[in-house]
């Protein structure tokens, strides 16, 4: 068990799920649901997680279990949970995950946690189907906060947009399945064995 000092972790959990029509956060597996799977995984490896929520979701009874952030932002899709947190610590790096990542393993957090670099603003693992960047399972350190904002004046909301354009410490995932997400019923049935509603 890694216990990193100075890194917050983050459950991204404040979204619509549109495209899934239903609450992605609360999609269980082996008795727990999505939300309560991510923050079992960073709190392995960190002493402080937090989820990001709405305002209106705060009270939801599965996100009420846990220290929130609620979105000081709107319209900003992810990246509005990533500047609410780091307003709440501006000094404190942040492990961000999004609740929706159905094969997320501690070895994926723990490898991300001793790979990190605190001379980039950003450590990210690099997606296997495309090479990119995967923002929603990184590390942004507080000198990602200048960038990110610089991004959002310019109209830039898409943090893999930002994480292509920056100095980001790129990886290798050892476990690519453990990045697949889930947005639609069809991601559901096709990477997401197990999985319910």
Known sequence: MTRSEGVRGLVLAGGQSRRMGRDKALLRRDGETQLAHAVRLLQQHLERVFVSTRADQAREP?????PQIADRYSGL???AGILSAMDSEPQASWLVVACDLPNLDSETIRYLLEQHSASQPFTAYRSSSDGMPEPLCAIYNPSARRIVDEFVAAGIHCPRKIMLRSDTRLLEARNPRALDNINTPDDLSQHAAGLTV
């Open 62 to 66: 599965e996100r009420a279990r846990y």
């Open 77 to 79: 899709g992810p990246l």
